[in-house]
């Protein structure tokens, strides 16, 4: 395809070091001529650059956007709606504009507003763990995961063609989806589950860490991920959880209704409901 983007070529900034960031400049190591680190924390940034993840490291955008063809925006929403306004005055030149923000309604609103010299596109690679620090990346951590796309009216090919590039590069799977659409699914299957996870902590009583297993373990896991990721993620989707949360109230109360009149039938009926929806949940489509 003659898109005028060819990666070995390519000059990628990434604003955000930490997981994410981290993750996709270890991916893409080698694979592109130069990557650009951008981080406000020095500790990151020596880090960055003392294990060879980032060609070089600045804390101002300013600095090295100016260099790059194509900018990564890895951090959390609130901080990517920020940068999207910035974006302008930290470089002049033309350049393909992807983030890999958890929602994306706010933040494709936000890109249509760049001028035209910039080349938006929405992304958000489903992967991740609580963990988020760029000690804890990972090369593989993208591998084999969806990473939805949300492309803008004013997105063109060649934009695509270099996002479908990284996407490869990195041995995930691209899917694309309307920015209103992605937000309504993720609420159910990611933002929901942190909720569900925090709540699920905050019952439990302390005395009872020293019993903790496997199952609890799984089930809480999202309640150690950071606020600073989590509250924009909540805020911005908020139209889509608090329905989502309802329906997940609706089916607490029946089985609180249950236990309380000890009926049994209600119980297996709802475990085994629960069971095959789990199953064809799960199962490889």
Known sequence: MDDGFFLPQAKIA??????????????LKGKCAAIYGIDPDSATRELALRQNIVDMADADPAQLLPLADLVIL?????????????????TPNPCIVLDLG???????????????RFDPLG???????????????????YYAAPFLLTPLPRTTAHARAAVDQIIEAIGARATVLA????????????HLPFLLSSALVLATPPDVAA???????SASRLAGTPSSMMLGVVQSNRENLLPALEALQDELSLLIDALARNDTETLSVTFNAAREKYQELISPR
């Open 179 to 190: 920015p209103a659409a992605h937000d309504r699914i993720l609420a159910s299957t990611s």
């Open 211 to 217: 019993f903790i297993g496997p199952g609890f373990r």
């Open 102 to 116: 958890s929602t994306k309604r706010a933040i494709v609103e936000k890109m249509n507003g760049l001028p035209p």
């Open 14 to 27: 990434i604003i955000g070091l930490g997981l994410m960031g981290g993750s996709l400049a270890l991916a």
């Open 74 to 90: 890895a951090a959390p929403v609130p901080a990517i709606l920020t940068l999207l306004e910035a974006l302008p005055d930290f």
């Open 123 to 141: 992304g958000h690679p489903i992967c991740g763990k609580e963990k988020l620090s760029l000690e804890n990346a990972e090369r593989t951590l």
